[in-house]
T-cell receptor
């Protein structure tokens, strides 16, 4: 199993540009999520999905779009990049909460700089 | 509202010394608690988790954590720290909400002095 993969590893954008961060998992997990990590702020949830065709907003969704057309893929789109979106982005996946919460598996991250 | 607090932003210990990283949570129901470690430039790796039962939980790399309901705490410990333990440590609570939403603390950065 490759686990959770993310591409690209690094990206530099100019203000106003758009791009898509890719995330894929091969563990047949229903739940997938996107976080951003900023110094001193821990991980903040951007968007999440509990299955194909179902997405919802997290704590900091503004400026980002997601879709979930398959179980495996959960891309994150930046519509019009802003310097405030400079961050490290992590994708994570897990089984959906059943009787207990399940551990989330994290990808290696994408470091995004917006100039 | 659910929340996780890690009071120590940064901790420095000498190699071979013991370690305790603090985590306090606020959650109305049964908490499902996790500790993750993040090495520089890497993703997050699960150290250990607590769901129920024995309140002392063993994890990987010689780490353990103790759940104390009365104190709403889930502190991470290691008897003897190695230089390779230098990393960022995150505590998280898994919420019975939609999906499998986690609430993370802001992290504790650990420096190990040789």
């Amino acid at each position: 199993n490759a686990g959770v993969t993310q591409t690209p590893k690094f990206q530099v954008l100019k203000t106003g540009q758009s791009m898509t961060l890719q995330c894929a998992q091969d563990m047949n997990h229903e739940y997938m999520s996107w976080y951003r990590q900023d110094p001193g702020m821990g991980l903040r949830l951007i968007h999440y999905s509990v299955g194909a065709g179902i997405t919802d907003q997290g704590e900091v969704p503004n400026g980002y779009n997601v879709s979930r057309s398959t179980t495996e893929d959960f891309p994150l789109r930046l519509l019009s990049a802003a310097p405030s979106q400079t961050s490290v982005y992590f994708c994570a996946s897990s089984y959906k909460f059943g009787q207990v919460a399940y551990e989330q598996y994290f990808g290696p991250g994408t470091r995004l700089t917006v100039t | 509202a659910q929340s996780v607090t890690q009071p120590d932003i940064h901790i420095t210990v000498s190699e071979g010394a013991s370690l305790e990283l603090r985590c306090n949570y606020s959650y109305g129901a049964t908490p499902y608690l996790f500790w993750y470690v993040q090495s520089p430039g890497q993703g997050l790796q699960l150290l250990l988790k607590y769901f129920s039962g024995d309140t002392l939980v063993q994890g990987i790399k010689g780490f353990e954590a103790e759940f104390k309901r009365s104190q709403s705490s889930f502190n991470l410990r290691k008897p003897s720290v190695h230089w390779s333990d230098a990393a960022e440590y995150f505590c998280a609570v898994g919420a019975r909400g939609t999906g499998n939403q986690f609430y993370f603390g802001t992290g504790t950065s650990l420096t190990v002095i040789p």
